[in-house]
Each structure stands twice: as structure tokens, then as C-alpha cells.
């Protein structure tokens, strides 16, 4: 049972960099997100999806972008990293009305 | 603005003894509630969740919240900590109508043997 998957576990980046972070999910959930999480601030949502071909803002969308052109994949790609980026980003999946499914995180930093 | 509070950022207690971790919700139109826990160095894992019925919800690891919609309120209690219950516990919210879920900011969880 794979669940959520994301790629890579860890990344550096230069300032000025771009880079995706992939999401994969093997559920069929319709919703898929991503999350930042800084120290004392929680989850902080970037993206969201209700379905294929549909995306949103979550709270804290600048600087990335997302498509969703399968239902199970929701990559977020950083246009051009900057240090403030530097966070742990996580992928989530679930059901309308269900629990959200995490995956392992992403541990980004920017230099 | 719909949002989720947790208000202790860290609660230590001594293992065995009980434990209340604090989560108020700001609006009083009708919620799904989670909590979930985030061991170090992993992904969060589902403690329960209360989507309808019974206002008492049980989860895994002997931890159980109420729903207390009077009071936009639904905390987290477990009657005697272990020390592998050192953790981080996030609360979350949907709000209906807004489809997406909300964190607290977490309240870190230290177990003293």
C-alpha cells in the first residue's frame, strides 16, 4: 500500500533555482494539497485540488505553482527558490469529506 | 477569517499522568474536526476525527476528544501518557462550504518519565 508519495526526501537549492517536488497518490482521493511546515506556525496550505484539471490558492501561494492532470498526480513546482522557501513540504490526499493521507515530507533547503 | 487555535505550544507531564491538549474552532457554522500526530522526523498519521453523531470521538493509542460545538471546541485527552506519546498533535479544521482543512499550530507533546 503505497498511500501519498513524494520525491525527493531532501533537496538543496540555490537561490534562483527551480525545482518540482512530485506527489503521487494510489487511492483515487479527489482532493490533493500541499503544505509547508515552518517551526510554531503548523501546517501552512500553498495549494489545492479538487480534481483533475482544478486548482486553487490555499494561504500561502506565492512563489509556486501546481497542475493536476491526473487524479493521482500533484507535482508543485518553485519558479525561482528564494531562503524563505527553505521549509518541509508535505503532500496530502483524502476522500470529499474524509481524513487527509500524508506523505513523508520534503525537506528543502534554500542557500 | 476561519481558522483553528491551538493554544498550549508545549505541554510537558509526567508519564502516567493525564493529558488535555486545548483546540477551539472560530466559527459556529458545522465543521469536520481531526487530530492528527506527527512523530519526529515523519509524515502526520490520523489520531480521529469527528465528521457526524456522537460528540465523544475514541482514536488510536487510548486518546479520545468531544465536540463541544457551544463552545467551537474540541480537545484532545488521553487518561495516562507513555512515553512513546511524545509527539507533535495538530488539530484541523473544515469548515463546510470551504473544502479545505486548516491547522492549528501544533502543540508539542513531552512525556517526563
Known amino acids: 500500500n503505497a498511500g501519498v508519495t513524494q520525491t525527493p526526501k531532501f533537496q538543496v537549492l540555490k537561490t534562483g533555482q527551480s525545482m518540482t517536488l512530485q506527489c503521487a497518490q494510489d487511492m483515487n482521493h479527489e482532493y490533493m494539497s500541499w503544505y509547508r511546515q515552518d517551526p510554531g506556525m503548523g501546517l501552512r496550505l500553498i495549494h489545492y485540488s479538487v480534481g483533475a484539471g482544478i486548482t486553487d490558492q490555499g494561504e500561502v501561494p506565492n512563489g509556486y505553482n501546481v497542475s493536476r492532470s491526473t487524479t493521482e498526480d500533484f507535482p508543485l513546482r518553485l519558479l525561482s527558490a528564494a531562503p524563505s522557501q527553505t521549509s518541509v513540504y508535505f503532500c496530502?490526499?483524502?476522500?470529499?469529506?474524509?481524513?487527509?493521507?500524508f506523505g513523508q515530507g520534503t525537506r528543502l533547503t534554500v542557500v | 477569517a476561519q481558522s483553528v487555535t491551538q493554544l498550549d505550544s508545549q505541554v510537558p507531564v509526567f508519564e502516567e499522568a493525564p493529558v488535555e491538549l486545548r483546540c477551539n474552532y472560530s466559527?459556529?457554522?458545522?465543521?469536520?474536526l481531526f487530530w492528527y500526530v506527527q512523530y519526529p522526523n515523519q509524515g502526520l498519521q490520523l489520531l480521529l476525527k469527528y465528521l457526524s453523531g456522537s460528540t465523544l470521538v475514541k482514536g488510536i493509542n487510548g486518546f479520545e476528544a468531544e465536540f463541544n460545538k457551544s463552545q467551537t471546541s474540541f480537545h484532545l485527552r488521553k487518561p495516562s501518557v507513555h512515553i512513546s506519546d511524545t509527539a507533535e498533535y495538530f488539530c484541523a479544521v473544515i469548515y463546510f462550504g470551504n473544502e479545505k482543512l486548516t491547522f492549528g499550530t501544533g502543540t508539542r507533546l513531552t512525556i517526563i518519565p
Open positions: 496530502a490526499s483524502s476522500p470529499r469529506t474524509g481524513e487527509a493521507f
Open positions: 466559527s459556529s457554522v458545522s465543521v469536520y
